[in-house]
């Protein structure tokens, strides 16, 4: 599984930002896709999640402004970050937790992490 994130950037507060991350690979199922984010000198945190069948769930810090959609047939998770504040300067990580089926079937269950896109939040 590889996944491949986009969007980030620059923006000054209360602006807004587009992220995505399609995921690809042969032979898997995706189930929960979602985002975290690490700031300097900080643990990761959980910054959305969403199943498959459209169901979220939301770090405290984010609820109400960022919103998090999927398209499922292009394997591809959004986050739309609006009211950006300078606390929310992060690097961005999307995830995918998925089931690879081998070449004798056997499924073998997994979390996939895409190469962190930085967001920048001026004051």
């Known amino acids: 599984v590889q996944l491949q994130a986009s969007g980030g950037g620059l923006v000054q507060a209360g602006g807004s930002l587009r992220l995505s991350c399609v995921a690809s690979?042969?032979?898997?199922?995706?189930?929960?896709m979602g985002w975290h984010r690490q700031a300097p000198g900080k643990q990761r945190e959980l910054v959305a999640l969403i199943s498959s069948g459209g169901s979220t769930t939301y770090g405290d810090s984010v609820k109400g402004r960022f919103t998090i959609s999927r398209d499922n047939a292009k394997n591809t998770v959004y986050l739309q970050m609006n009211g950006l504040e300078p606390e929310d300067t992060a690097v961005y990580y999307c995830n995918a937790d998925y089931i690879y089926y081998s070449s004798d079937d056997t499924p073998v269950v997994g979390r996939q992490w895409g190469q962190g896109t930085l967001v920048t939040v001026s004051s």
């Open positions: 690979g042969s032979r898997l199922t995706i189930n929960d």
